[in-house]
């Protein structure tokens, strides 16, 4: 059968829901993290593929990936460092230990 | 085997290793090991940008989720790590359910969307190599939006560096 | 002098100002020099006297005044729809308003040097004095209701500050919050009438007003009627017609200048005037005019059935005040300018005179106001004597008197004009008339002395004002005397000029019934013939009811309590615990539900967003449903 572009949506879609699932119900935030990685590389995937089969001529489907790659990478470096700062004050990484906005 | 035939196996070998790898990611109770699974899982992903003739975002991917960013997690977990539960990678168990019934009902519905939803499909490939037309655009029509994401990446350094640092120097 | 007519003329402004500027250099400059706060108030006032002789020799002189009066004014204020001036209206009818109320304001400001001598009040009362006059006479010129009805309100304040003059007896302060409130009552409807005609009417200028209105009459009488009957309200309560008659009795706890120059002479006809100016309204509202004829009527002899059993001097003035002002809106009523203006300038003349000598004798007896406790006052007083009787004689009608001439005039054209029942009514308040003043007379002035009371006559700075009114009392009338080729009803008229004749039949009755009267009380209570007290008792239940005013005052004070009070209590229980209480009840329902809600934030970023993601689900669902998702993807974007 012809892969087409509704196959490599539904890989982007599976893969965003894959990511969903780790970021609500991880308790670690580095964990939590990751799966929000996840859900960026879905996004990319998507773009990516859209691209491909409804505009190849144009590249700006690959060109937006590169921005939310770029995005991510500062994303990550910085959601890492608030992470450590925690762990330096809290000494847990836990979400659900992180509730000072409790009612 | 036909060009056709070739194709579809390797997107179905592909799709499956991401998919797989992006399931152990999440699942994985020892948190080392689920970190180096994502990056398993970014690789199989630049697989499919190859597979989607993005040659170049392939490479770039490779470089930066396959390199750097497994790289930064391994380092988040190690400088983490609580003493006690060692590589735990526990789950909440108060959102558990909901959680995953809510990414379910989002494949769902994504799914269905997908279903009614009527694509205007072009298959004619560009002329020129991708990264020729990535260059253009981006030193081009875009090249405010490339400025831009360099000064958020110098911002974000700076702001990693301050964070990780603490306290202000006496 | 023909230019100093024209400047008057044209510079009629002048007239209220001056008084105006005397109460402020009074009150701001001259509140402890009383000879000098005095002097300014009578020479400024005197100064508009002679102004407005000057009008009424400006007036004379030109004819045209009659059907188109000279009108200048400044605008005040404009809006969209709507704009107001101030100015100055000049015609016979003004002419003689000014006249009468200039005159009457200096005289009575002369007599208060000598009345008022000793007050630690002096200099406040010549500057409440100064302030009522220039608001009565910015009330005359006004050129439109608006400008009207802000004067009467100031008139209405002048008259509670002078009659709470004695702020310290509780009598007076009771009194003047009474004539207040009552005037108020009427006041609202005159502004709600006056509101009406801006808005129906499109005008409020009395000559815009005049022109228009046989237009107006064809289109909308009905409307015509209620404006009419709204703006009536207005002076039932100033000129005290029933039932807001309820102050004017009371207001007697003024000192009697105030009594003689507004509850008598000025303020009260303020009502009567307004229904002259506004003339052209009630013309083509033939049913207000006839209600206002027949409640005319009926305040002239219902005053006069209570004045006959009163025992205090003022009071019994006060009622009578009442009763005249019936007279003339009866006269309005019936449908003739002229008899009503002429009754009320021949009224002002005598009623303050008789005014003027009651504060004479009171003064002199240090405030024994009762009658029966005065007595054979003639010897020791012959000025103040024979002024009052001069005064009383006027009332009853007796020629040549000014009395006899105007009201004379009221029962011919109420006689002539159909009105035969009320012609009926007013021969007999005639007869009661005439009984109970020389009643009074007869009781107070002659007769026995009471060894208790030592009266001296008055100085000359009272006695003089009173000369001056009691000449005019008696040759006062002959300017509308029926022989006359273009006497007072030449100049004040509405409509063509009818030539005024002579009813024999008419004079002769009412002189007859005025002689009846004076004879009746010169028989009970000049030579005591008939015994006063087995009259009352043989009236009995009679007699009760006009000695307690028929319980008026009691009735309203029920209304007060009960029905007022009452729904008062009903409004602030529907205030404390409906209003309040939706207010009170949605604070508490939202702190209920904020109690209740704040459990929701956990502080737990996974439950947030978990709820976010689900309602992103529920979101693209609900779109799905309603076939918007196929829409946007078709157009080419992302599902995600």
Known sequence: MNISLEHFLAVGAMLFCIGLYGVLTKRNAVAVLMGIELMLNAVNINLVAFNRFVAPQDFIGQLFAIFVIVVAAAEVAVGLALVICVYRIRDSVHVDDLNLLKW | ?170 | MVDFFNFSLYHAWLIPALPFLAFLLIAFGLRKEEKAAAATAILLTGSSFVLSLGIIGAVLARPELIEKPIVYSIRWFSMAGLSVEMGCLVDAVSAMMLFVVTLISTLVMIYSTGYMQGDEGFTRFFAYLSLFASSMLGLVIATNFLQLFVFWELVGLCSYLLIGYYYYKVSAREAAKKAFMTTRVGDFGLLVGIVMVQVFLGTMNFVELSEKMPQFAKEAPVLISAIGLLVFIGPIGKSGQFPLHVWLPDAMEGPSPVSALIHAATMVVAGVYLVARAFTLFAVAPEVQHFVAYLGGFTAFFAASIAVTQREMKRILAYSTVSQLGYMMMALGVGSLTASMFHLMTHAYFKALMFLAAGSALHALHGTADIFKMGGLYRKMPWTAAFMVIGAIAIAGIPPFAGFWSKDEILSVTKLHGFTGLYYLASITAFITAFYMFRMVFTAFFGKENAENHPHESPVSMLAPMGILAALSIVGGIVGAPFLDKGFGYWVRYGPYHVPEFHLDVAGTSVFLALAGITLAWLIYGVKKVSSDSLAQKAGILYTLSYNKYYIDELYQWINKVIVDGIGKVLYWVDIHIVDGVINGLASLTAFLSQRFRYLQTGQVQHYALVFFASIVLMLLISGILGTATAGIQSGGAAV
């Open chain 2, 1 to 170: 085997m036909s060009n056709e035939a070739l194709y579809s196996l390797l997107f179905y070998l592909i799709s499956f290793m991401v998919l797989i790898s992006a399931v152990a990611a999440m699942t994985m109770r020892n948190l080392v090991h689920a970190a180096l699974m994502l990056a398993l899982s970014f690789v199989t992903v630049a697989g499919i940008y190859v597979l989607l003739h993005a040659d170049f975002l392939a490479a770039v991917q490779l470089l930066i989720y396959g390199g750097a960013i497994p790289v930064l997690i391994v380092f988040g977990v190690m400088l983490t790590r609580t003493p006690g539960n060692r590589e735990s990678n526990p789950v909440n168990r108060q959102t558990v359910l909901w959680g995953s019934g809510v990414a379910a009902l989002l494949f769902a519905v994504l799914m269905l969307a997908l279903n009614k939803a009527d694509f205007v499909v072009r298959g004619t490939l560009a002329k020129e190599p991708s990264i020729e037309g990535i260059a253009r655009l981006m030193l081009g029509d875009f090249v405010i939006a490339f400025e831009v994401a360099a000064v958020l990446l110098l911002a974000a350094m700076i702001g990693a560096i301050v964070l990780a640092r603490g306290g202000e120097a006496k």
